[in-house]
Each structure stands twice: as C-alpha cells, then as structure tokens.
C-alpha cells in the first residue's frame, strides 16, 4: 500500500512538498513515480525516479519548478513543488513501476496510493 499525503490550499507561487510512504510489503525496488488528475480528464504524468533515486524525468509543464527525490532507507518518495500555478490544481497520485526506470506510461504503474488534492488558488 501506498499512503500519499502533503496536499493543501496554497496561493500561486507557493511551494508544497508531497509524501507518499509504502508499506513493508510494497516491493519500492523500482522506480516510482507521481501522477495528477483533474475531474474529468485522464490520470497525467508528472516525474519520475529510479530506483537508485540517480535519475529522474519530468512532465514538460512541471520541468523546473518540481523536484522529485525518494528514501530508500524509509520506503518514501517526495515530490517539492515550487511555484505552484492554478493550473497545477489536481489530485496528485503516487505510483510503484513493474520496472527499475519507469516511464510515464500509467500501464507501466501496478501499486497506486489513494491520492492527495492540491488546490492552488490565483
């Protein structure tokens, strides 16, 4: 399992730092990953890690404003985001890959969290 938290109401410009810790019997030995979704339209890719936690990739409209980064030691992975826009406004989903590099692919994803809203406010 999968428990994402770290989600709130923030105004535009603001910073958020999201958490999603997996349980004992979460295999984590692979990449892992955050995705959004608004109402109404399909689950997106944001970023991605690897296992190591040595490489990353991002989602063009959050490239250089979200860092992705994980604990191995704490089975943990985090997404900071800095300045959030109102488009940002989603539930935000953590993901465990059936592989060591991922993708951005949501087939590619078998363990999902249960989500977290982030509202950005204008």
């Given at each position: ?17 999201l958490?999603?810790?997996a ?26 890690i690897?296992?190591?936690?040595d ?35 989603a ?11 991922g ?20």
């Open positions: 399992q999968l428990q994402a938290s770290g989600g709130g109401l923030v105004q535009a410009g603001g910073s958020l730092r958490s999603c810790a349980s004992k019997r979460t295999n984590t030995n692979n990449a892992m990953a955050w995705f959004r979704q608004v109402p109404g339209k399909e689950r997106e890719f944001v970023a991605v690897n296992w190591r936690g490489s990353t990739y991002y989602a063009d409209s959050v490239k250089g404003r979200f860092a992705i980064s994980r604990d191995n030691a704490k089975g943990t992975v985090y997404l900071q985001m800095n300045s959030l826009k109102p488009g940002d406004t539930v935000y989903f953590c993901a465990v890959s059936r592989s060591a590099y993708g951005s692919s949501r087939g590619g994803y078998n363990y999902w969290g249960q989500g977290t809203q982030v509202t950005v406010s204008s």
